[in-house]
């Protein structure tokens, strides 16, 4: 498994170019460290108008004329370059990572990703299936015939099929075996039936064994059924989504390809995100250096959240506001929550019913808790290592982020036990002092306030809570071992692929 391989990662959104999610970061993280290990990788993402062309340095590459919906469009692609070298180990020739940018004023050239402010737009099936042709037709402009196709979650989806069944006959796609990666199965692209006309298909893939899904077309269904390997972002979440509500309607199906289903954990890039070289925190500091560092950390959290400077326990959280975070359970925890000698900071965007929650607890515990309702890395830097602990008690979670991080600046997760969260964080043991944080099974506040009040208590001893910080700190979640977990998967993709074929 040693020789490098070709691989065009494609993804809808890439950190930190475009980011609305987890999805971003491991659209830039993995192909890095890939990148680093020596691989080919290439990237190919829309162009969105949001996207900093002169930060970026983006350039012009080729055009092409591309046949879409009876009409042809001018395809234009683009490309900038990201350094893939650590930053400890700058090299004089420094190892770049290529981004090809998929242009459209037509589908690209909006506020939003895939929503504006009246809701998802209605040509989302369209957008993404324009995205998909072009970047599987540039491969041609570019010379570039990749070992693995590697797609991520709806929107690259229909590559799959398109790979199989439209361009079955073009050399380059004979020899490209295809991966296709479930970040969120809760977000599967369903469509109404018309949507295959948008994607110029024929009406043979509405049935229900290609992307008929209940009377509309599903086309996350396509990357299941097409690709030559599936995987999902960790061990139980892939078991969770072959059973019951978690399959999201697509159990069944998953149940069928499960000896084409595997888990790869996610990692973080220490990279981005390390206390030891934040510049966005009041100290820096290690695992050997973060008693007396992190107390300034907190001092400085508590400033920028007009807290009052005591010494109590914070608990931190940097989320969505949506149900699948927990925060419906939050909502009917908080006044007990309130009670206890801690305060709450997070920070978060979502659905406007939290929003008004959130505003609503802060009028009545103002010197209690904070609340930031815009995403901001730099504000994201100070919970993290200004928090004691932090909280994920989502309902589920495909792997989840916002742990790994934590760990890394000793912020000890609170986390329910699910999907990712459940392969990450082990229980703290008082008798053999292993576990990196707490957990808890049944998705109701009672349980959850029960574990926030064990960790209080663990807190309090300052020994044992020493020896968990440093448990956590000491974790390793970086995206080598994951990468090369990947490359594996490419390879039993790629020796499924030339039996078919």
């Known amino acids: 498994m040693s020789e490098n391989l070709k691989i065009l990662f494609m993804s809808s959104e890439v950190h930190p170019l475009a980011k609305t999610g987890g999805l971003a970061d491991v659209s830039m993280a993995l192909p890095k460290a890939l990148r680093r290990q020596g691989h080919d990788v290439r990237i190919a993402m829309p162009c969105y108008k949001t996207i900093d062309r ?13 046949k879409t919906n009876n009409f042809t469009h001018t395809c234009v692609i683009r490309k900038t370059e990201i350094n893939c070298q650590p930053a400890k ?21 909006r506020e939003g990703l895939y929503n504006d402010a009246a809701g998802d737009y209605i040509d989302n099936a369209r957008r993404f299936g324009y995205f998909c042709r072009a970047a599987l037709e540039m491969l041609h402009k570019i010379d570039f015939e990749p070992d693995v196709i590697h797609l991520n979650d709806w929107q690259t989806a229909i590559s799959s099929l398109l790979i199989k069944r439209v361009y079955n006959d073009d050399k380059i796609f004979k020899n490209a075996a295809s991966v296709f990666t479930i970040h969120n199965l809760q ?18 893939y509405y049935s229900p064994e290609y992307l008929e899904y209940y009377g509309k077309i599903n086309l996350m269904k396509a990357g299941i059924i097409f690709s030559d390997v599936i995987n999902t972002v960790s061990e139980t979440y892939a078991s969770e989504i072959q059973n019951g509500s978690l399959g999201m309607g697509l159990e069944g199906l998953l149940s069928t390809k499960k000896n084409d289903l595997y888990a790869i954990t996610n990692g973080i890039d220490y990279d981005e995100w390390n206390p030891e070289t934040d510049p966005n925190i009041a100290e820096n500091y290690c695992v050997k250096t973060y008693a007396q560092k992190k107390i300034a950390c907190k001092r400085d959290l508590q ?21 699948q975070k927990g925060l419906d359970i939050i909502e009917r925890a908080m006044p007990e929550l309130m009670k206890l000698d801690v305060q709450f900071v997070l920070l978060g965007t979502g659905e406007q019913r939290y929003i008004e929650m959130l505003y609503h607890f802060l009028k009545l515990y103002p010197e209690k808790c904070a609340f930031f309702l815009k995403f901001d890395a730099f504000v994201a830097s100070k919970i993290y290592a200004g928090s004691d602990f932090f909280l994920m008690p989502s309902k589920f979670e495909p792997c989840g982020t916002s742990q790994l991080i934590s760990l890394k600046y000793g912020t000890i997760p609170i986390v329910r036990a699910t999907g990712g969260l459940a392969d990450t964080i082990s229980a703290f043991d008082t008798r053999t002092q292993q576990g990196n944080g707490f957990s808890f099974a049944d998705y109701n506040e009672t349980t959850l306030l029960k574990c926030i009040e064990h960790a209080l208590v663990i807190y309090q001893n300052k020994q044992m809570w020493n020896v968990l910080v440093k448990n956590a700190m000491q974790c ?14 490419y390879h039993k993709a790629m020796q499924k692929h030339k039996l078919k074929y």
């Open 54 to 66: 002169s930060k970026f340095d983006v350039q012009y590459v080729t055009d092409f004329p591309l």
């Open 89 to 109: 180990k700058r090299a004089k020739t420094p190892v770049k990572l290529p981004i090809y940018l998929i242009d459209s004023y037509e589908y690209f050239d």
């Open 476 to 489: 390793d979640f970086s995206w080598e071992a994951s990468a090369d977990k990947y490359v594996a998967l």
């Open 303 to 323: 400033k920028a959240c007009n807290l009052p400077q005591k010494d109590v326990p914070i608990i931190g959280m940097v989320s969505r506001l949506a149900d």
């Open 187 to 204: 977000y599967q692209g369903v469509f109404d039936m018309q949507a295959l006309v948008d994607l110029d298909l024929t009406w043979q």
